[in-house]
């Protein structure tokens, strides 16, 4: 059919239909390069504001009410990887004898809620993983001491979870960055696998023969949210973690 035939009005335009500018368009663009020319802090200068903030806390009278502290500025500021290298060294590789090794019954005693007296908290606060497994039953983890720490000798540090979460994010950071650059060791302990009532191997994140072996030289148990339910046992919450991750020898009947 032709264009006559179709009767185009003559103040139609054939050609491509140009992008009409919304107002907001160009205030939103503003905003976001004046966000990104923003020069952002060092860690020393983090550090110190801190430090400044903890001097000037430590003035006031202290509340009856422990209030979760938020780190979301420092996380959001610098990468954890990068607080990692300052923590550790950078490129100094720690000693296998280093890392304590966890039964899968150790590991489990300590996935519940603080019950005993002299017991802290997941240093993460409301971040715990432990508020994420069940919205209807959220509780803050208790802290998971290893090797020769203890409340006495050690700041308050992750639970069961939380450490599951990092050493996980660390061990994929790890297969995709450069062979030059470690932050030291990717894990607070190493689990046991292949042995009846301990962990699967299929359920662990195990480093790759050509990947930094020294910066996870054991298994540790891959973390899914999926994976985990909440139960109560009494009054207190703990976290129950699949079946399907623990090993089972073959059975030998024949079917």
């Known amino acids: 059919m032709s264009r006559a035939a179709m009767q185009v009005p003559s103040n139609w335009k054939t050609s491509k239909r140009q992008k009409t500018p919304r107002k907001s368009e160009g205030v939103r663009k503003k905003t976001k390069w004046a966000s990104e020319s923003e020069e952002c802090q060092t860690l020393d200068q983090i550090c110190n504001d801190i430090c400044s903030s903890i001097c000037q806390a430590s003035k006031q009278p202290l509340s009856n009410e422990y209030q979760d502290l938020c780190f979301d500025s420092i996380i959001t500021a610098i990468p954890y990887v990068q607080i990692l290298e300052k923590i550790f060294g950078g490129t100094e590789a720690p000693m296998f004898k280093d890392v304590p090794i966890l039964t899968r019954k150790t590991e489990e005693s300590f996935m519940r809620e603080c019950m005993y007296p002299g017991e802290r908290r997941c240093t993460m606060g409301s971040q715990c993983e432990c508020m994420h497994i069940d919205r209807a039953h959220p509780f803050v983890g208790v802290e998971l001491l290893v090797g020769e720490q203890s ?65 996870m030289p054991f298994p540790s148990p891959a973390h899914h949210r999926n994976a985990y339910k909440v139960v109560y046992r009494v009054t207190n919450k703990y976290i129950v973690q699949s079946q399907d991750s623990a090993f089972r020898l073959p059975s030998l009947e024949i079917p």
């Open 151 to 215: 409340t006495a000798n050690c700041t308050p540090q992750m639970c069961v979870l939380c450490s599951r979460k990092y050493t996980q994010k660390l061990f994929y950071d790890m297969l995709y960055r450069p062979p030059s650059c470690n932050v030291g060791c990717s894990q607070r302990y190493g689990v046991i696998t292949g042995v009846e009532d301990e962990y699967n191997p299929d359920a662990t994140l195990v480093m790759p023969p050509n990947g930094p072996l020294h910066c």
